[in-house]
């Protein structure tokens, strides 16, 4: 295959700075379908790849890399070997930026990727207007916990931020009864804000009585928690609960261990499993309730597929993945799923608009299991959280028994307003 | 820069949106924003010695001024929105300025820094007010009476949105010149080089130095008021203290001794950004060494550097 001036200084400029801009994978010599163009066909990707996110978009990066070799040795899609190009997710004006190039200057059939929500919140009404489709890995397009976009063309958005909050919610009741005080330390921006808010409002409808006597907002990337954990240890309450997601998640574990915090209290880390395998048996104790998104890499009801991409993902980066490769890597397979599906009833490539028509309902089988596309074009899977426990061959926490919660059944439905939705979903206990 | 210079320059980017692709097109928006801001910034650092770390606040005022008066107030006239934003960015600027114009060197560059970061805060934490981290929507503003919510957004951007943008930049260029060559200009150069003498002279250095920071804060505002359309959403992070960086980062890389040395700096930022983003993942650190690069070697910009080689045409810009 010929590489352009472009895809050389790619691999220069990679080779020089050690990163990761994203050449060719080895392709499978196949034959285009009738119909089908020969030439590659061009995924746009954008990825986090600086400050505290840079891991979880290095991670949705693997995904789909990983994604991309596997079709490609398997011959492409529709015989057209699949090309990368990866752009940077930053601040909103200069994604927005990054996005257009993507669809204007290098042509892309579909762009992957979104993180932040501050983010695609710019990203989503900008892929309306390009008329490009859009997945979104893990952004959406929610004003706090309501949606902006309910009837969108061209833009696919992540599960409900609040999702695992309720998740967690739900999980808190069924194995800590009894539970009369709840504290919150959560990240001082609209996830953190939101997962709190939720989780408290479910959290009641299980509990009446409970009272929730602290809560804490810590700025995102604060690396020391001594005040904080000392205002936890004067509240006395019977469990903490957080949606720290990052480096935090194991910053406030380890201090918190160094004080004995969770000798005396229960604890929920909703999306902690962010960043699992930092967190090590020495300071995370056993029974703690901890979310991993998505995608659990243990899951020993886990299929084929997942086993082989955590074997291969330890192999090649000597780390367990984390769920963000899964979001990112549905994302690529329902777009693979979509062309063929609508090459199928086209006869030929499928236009932009018709990748996007297959694309809605459309079911896949992704790392954690199947997944699909809600009408409304929010994603819809399994989430995972458990208790955790030492008795693993790792040197960090895992979770047994392990919880799975579809989004069929916790997450509001489209068109839905969140509080109404809890009310009529969670009756009042007690 | 000679007038034939500036003549080709001009008639390029009246002709662009016919010769160039859309996404070079696009760019241009930002280049134009920032031209008006760093326009006004020079007139602060350059020509009265002043370096602001916290100019991004003004950005920010423009920038959210638009998003409210667009989502929240109905009010969808792009020439209303510049003058609310010129109007609001001297509002706040004019206490602002009271308070820092009495320090110089770092103590200016740390009070200004804080103003901003203030700013920043107010921005990400009432969250109501300001919707946040998730920032605030900006609507497709009207030009000139029309409304173009007919045509596809990009359309849009580099047609009438893209003349609209440089006619500002022209009119701030112009207005700008006209200050810097006026008796006012003369004395903010009179106060930078020298406010001892200045003082013995009779000038007012304090009230120079606030009106310089007024006016620079107008030309942040309106330029955060032409950011915000093209993206759609504006967001704390056009207030933050980087973003004011990346402004001064720009002055400096075309050059703060020249009139048009920021402008440059503007250009070359944004289309050396694209370039470098798209080919290199850790593009921060290659812009790092270039600021590095440019302040050891090339400390009066690229301007400088052309001036070294036409000492005479460019004493004459």
């Not at chain 1, 609508?342 to 608009?353: C, D, F, H, R």
Request: charged fraction near 15%; proline fraction near 5%.
């Amino acid at each position: 295959m010929k590489s352009s001036r472009r895809e050389f200084l790619k691999a220069v400029g990679a080779a020089a700075v050690g990163g990761g801009a994203v050449g060719f994978p080895a392709v499978a010599r196949a034959q285009a379908r009738k119909g089908v163009p020969s030439e590659p066909v061009k995924v746009g990707v954008l990825a986090i790849r600086a400050g505290i996110a840079a891991a979880v978009g290095t991670a949705g990066l693997r995904g789909t890399e990983w994604w991309a070799e596997r079709v490609n040795k398997a011959g492409g899609i529709l015989g057209r070997p699949v090309q990368l190009i990866v752009e940077e997710e930053s601040n909103p004006k200069d994604t927005v930026e990054r996005y257009r190039r993507l669809i204007l200057q290098e042509k892309v059939e579909v762009v992957l990727g979104g993180i932040s929500t501050g983010v695609t919140l710019a990203l989503g009404p900008v892929a309306e207007d390009m008329g490009a489709p859009w997945l979104s890995w893990d952004g959406t397009t929610q004003k706090g916990v309501e949606e902006t976009m309910p009837n969108p063309k061209w833009a696919f958005k992540s599960v409900d931020n609040e999702f695992e909050a309720i998740v967690a919610a739900v999980l808190t009741a069924k194995y800590f009864k009894g539970i009369k005080t709840v504290a919150g330390i959560n990240n001082d921006y609209s996830y953190g804000h939101d997962c709190w808010e939720t989780y408290q409002h479910v959290l009641r409808r299980y509990t009446p009585d409970v009272k929730f006597v602290l809560e804490l907002f810590p700025k995102l990337g604060v690396t020391d928690f001594t005040s904080h954990i000392a205002s936890i240890q004067q509240a006395k309450p019977d469990l903490l609960m957080s949606s720290f997601w990052s480096g935090d998640t194991t910053i406030i574990m380890k201090q918190a261990a160094a004080v004995g915090l969770f000798k005396t209290m229960k604890a929920v880390f909703t999306t902690g499993g962010g960043v699992h395998d930092s967190l090590k048996k020495e300071f995370t104790p056993e029974g703690l309730l901890l979310g991993y998104n998505s995608m659990y890499f243990d899951d020993p009801k886990g299929s084929a597929l997942l086993k082989q991409f955590v074997r291969e993902y330890k192999a090649k980066h000597n780390e367990y993945p984390p769920y963000e490769c899964d979001h990112a890597y549905f994302c690529a397979e329902s777009f693979k799923a979509a062309a063929e599906k609508a090459y199928a009833s086209a006869g030929q490539w499928p236009t932009k608009a018709q990748v996007v028509k297959a694309l809605e309902g459309i079911e896949v089988e992704s790392l954690s299991g199947r997944r699909s596309w809600r009408g409304d074009h929010i994603q819809m899977c399994n989430f995972f959280q458990g208790v955790t426990t030492h008795k693993n061959p790792y040197d960090f926490v895992t979770i047994n028994p392990v919880e799975v919660m579809s989004t069929k059944v916790a997450m509001k439905p489209a068109g839905g307003k969140l509080l109404d939705w809890i009310n009529a979903t969670f009756p009042l206990k007690g | 820069m000679s007038r034939l210079v500036l003549g080709v320059v001009t008639g390029v980017i009246l002709v662009l949106p016919l010769l160039a692709p859309a996404y070079h097109v696009l760019l241009m928006l930002p280049f134009m924003a920032y031209a008006v801001i760093v326009l006004g910034l020079n007139l602060l650092f350059g020509y009265t010695g002043l370096v602001s770390f916290g100019h991004a606040l003004f950005i920010g005022i423009g920038a959210y001024t638009g998003a409210v008066l667009t989502t929240h107030l109905g009010v969808r006239s792009l020439e209303l929105m510049l003058l609310a934003s010129a109007a609001l960015g001297a509002l706040i600027a004019a206490p602002v300025a009271a308070l820092c114009v009495r320090y110089v060197k770092i103590y200016f560059g740390m009070l200004t820094l804080a103003f901003g970061m203030v700013f920043y805060t107010f921005l990400l934490k009432f969250y109501r007010l300001t919707g946040g981290d998730e920032g605030m929507q900006v609507l497709r503003p009207t030009l000139l009476g029309q409304d173009l919510g007919g045509i596809p957004k990009t359309d849009y951007l580099v047609g009438p949105y893209y003349y609209y943008s440089l006619a500002v930049l022209v009119l701030a260029g112009l207005v700008m010149w006209r200050i810097v060559h006026s008796p006012f200009g003369l004395c903010l150069r009179t106060i930078r080089d020298n406010p001892t003498k200045a003082e013995a002279l009779g000038i007012s250095i304090v009230r120079y130095r606030w009106s310089a920071f007024v006016i620079s804060a107008v030309y942040a505002a309106v330029g955060g008021a032409l950011l915000g359309p093209p993206t759609g959403n504006v967001d704390p992070t056009l207030a933050y203290w980087t973003h004011s960086g990346n402004i001064v980062f720009m002055t400096l890389l075309g050059g703060f001794a020249n009139f048009f040395g920021p402008v440059l700096g503007a250009f070359v930022f944004i289309f050396l950004q694209d370039t470098v983003m798209a080919v290199v993942p850790y593009w921060r650190l290659i812009f790092g060494a270039i600021l590095a690069l440019v302040v050891i070697f090339a400390p009066t910009g690229l301007m400088g550097l052309v001036a070294r080689r036409r000492p005479a045409e460019v004493a004459r810009a």
